[in-house]
């Protein structure tokens, strides 16, 4: 059984258009997360969520945003999309902040 | 800011070796330490987790915890092939906050048969 999936696995889309990219988990954890790994492999966290509280990262433009429409599911939403986008995106969770994280596949999103 | 140092490598290590991965972390308030491993094209796989000072052993692999020193490192004893990989060390700072994982850009290991 996948822990955490994410949809879709690969993402081509041009300039300005904005596009969604769905996380799902069974593990039961409340807490999820985005993570941006760019083309020099750095892992960088995007957002953590659970059902209280949205932590945004201050370096993260809000043409990024989250939407959690339940416990299992953190989705993210980019409008405008740029160049600069392009990276992978790995969505992750845990049972509450601090403790192990499980990360899903990844989206490798393309911005032409 | 909160920072972690690890040399990117690559370290080369033969079969059957001790391979020995360094990681330095700069927020004193931190709490939790983790050890990814991530092939290439795939995401990171949790190996292991370590909360207090001193060793943590899973199998061929101890986690070691110097807070005072602010330094985690990974030892992965009768190194296979199978082990290169780039492996992530990463921070979190309070336990029961959600502010997510501060990961070091990684260390590239190779392992030569």
């Known amino acids: 059984d996948t822990a955490v999936s994410q949809t879709p696995k690969y993402l081509v889309t041009q300039m300005g258009n904005d596009k969604s990219i769905k996380c799902e988990q069974n593990?039961?954890?409340?807490?999820m997360y985005w993570y941006k790994q760019d083309s020099k492999k750095f892992l960088k966290i995007m957002f953590s969520?659970?059902?209280?509280?949205?932590?945004i990262n201050e370096t993260v433009p809000n043409r990024f945003s989250p939407k959690s429409p339940d416990k299992a599911h953190l989705n993210l939403h980019i409008n405008s999309l740029e160049l600069g986008d392009s990276a992978v995106y790995f969505c992750?969770?845990?049972?509450?902040?601090?403790?192990?994280?499980?990360f899903g596949p990844g989206t490798r999103l393309t911005v032409l | 800011q909160k920072e972690v140092e690890q040399n990117s490598g690559p370290l080369s290590v033969p079969e059957g070796a001790i391979a020995s991965l360094n990681c330095t972390y700069s927020?004193?308030?931190?709490?939790?330490f983790f050890w990814y491993r991530q092939y290439s094209g795939k995401s990171p796989e949790l190996i292991m987790s370590?909360?207090?000072?001193g060793d943590k052993e899973d199998g061929r692999f101890t986690a070691q915890l110097n807070k005072a020193s602010q330094y985690v490192s990974l030892l992965i004893r009768d190194s296979q092939p199978s082990d290169s990989a780039t492996y992530l060390c990463?921070?979190?700072?309070?336990?029961?906050?959600?502010?997510?994982?501060?990961f070091g850009k990684g260390t590239h290991l190779i392992i030569q048969p």
């Open positions: 990463a921070v979190n700072t309070a336990g029961g906050g959600a502010d997510g994982l501060t």
């Open positions: 992750a969770s845990s049972q509450m902040g601090g403790n192990e994280q499980f």
């Open positions: 969520y659970n059902n209280k509280e949205l932590i």
């Open positions: 593990l039961g954890h409340d807490t």
């Open positions: 927020d004193r308030v931190s709490q939790s």
């Open positions: 370590i909360y207090s000072n």
